[in-house]
T-cell receptor, first 109, second 115 residues
């Protein structure tokens, strides 16, 4: 079967670093995505990992370990505007996105 | 980057009426378009996948006669919610994929409220 799991909610402080974890199980895998979604808006693309390792893009980094079925999104120098839901999703063998339920990130001053 | 538009962004209608939502890829040709529904504080739920010129593939539990999808061209897909009821009130989001890329590009979403 397929499943994907991420924490429901996390809280962090402005200026700090936060890591949002995502674990998944699937027989077919074609990469993992992270999207950001602000309330009432559509998701926007953050990152795509298909190989193991860390991909850094400004304040955001994404890590993937295929053998462990594990990914994380690392957000540095948190800003209030980073308050949003962060969705992880993997691409299965049919190139269909399988979505996690999202992690609501709350940033406090 | 690839841009996907949706129209309308917000619609309020009476129960029993039909509502059409358009999804357009503005600067690329989308071989595949996806329609999602999202209820408050819930994850995206894939409703159907459509390829240009062929019938849409609906996910289990999604009524194809109620949610009519037409993908007439490589830049336009439409979702028609027929005989809408209050329980159909939701945030509907389309996304589009270019054949050679795995990323999906999302439209801004349409908030449907059925009174």
């Amino acid at each position: 079967g397929q499943n994907i799991d991420q924490p429901t909610e996390m809280t962090a402080t402005e200026g700090a670093i936060v890591q949002i974890n995502c674990t998944y199980q699937t027989s077919g895998f074609n990469g993992l995505f992270w999207y950001q979604q602000h309330a009432g808006e559509a998701p926007t693309f953050l990152s795509y990992n298909v190989l193991d390792g860390l991909e850094e893009k400004g304040r955001f980094s994404s890590f993937l370990s295929r053998s462990k079925g594990y990914s994380y999104l690392l957000l540095k120098e948190l800003q209030m505007k980073d308050s949003a839901s962060y969705l992880c999703a993997f691409l299965d063998s049919n190139y269909q996105l399988i979505w996690g339920a999202g992690t609501k990130l709350i940033i406090k001053p | 980057g690839a841009v996907v538009s949706q129209h309308p962004s917000r619609v309020i209608c009476k129960s029993g009426t039909s509502v059409k939502i358009e999804c357009r890829s503005l600067d690329f040709q989308a071989t595949t378009m996806f329609w999602y529904r999202q209820f408050p504080k819930k994850s995206l739920m894939l409703m159907a996948t459509s390829n240009e010129g062929s019938k849409a593939t609906y996910e289990q539990g999604v009524e194809k006669d109620k949610f009519l999808i037409n993908h007439a061209s490589l830049t336009l897909s439409t979702l028609t919610v027929t005989s809408a009821h209050p329980e159909d009130s939701s945030f509907y989001i389309c996304s589009a994929r270019i054949a050679e890329y795995n990323e999906q590009f999302f439209g801004p979403g349409t908030r449907l409220t059925v009174l």
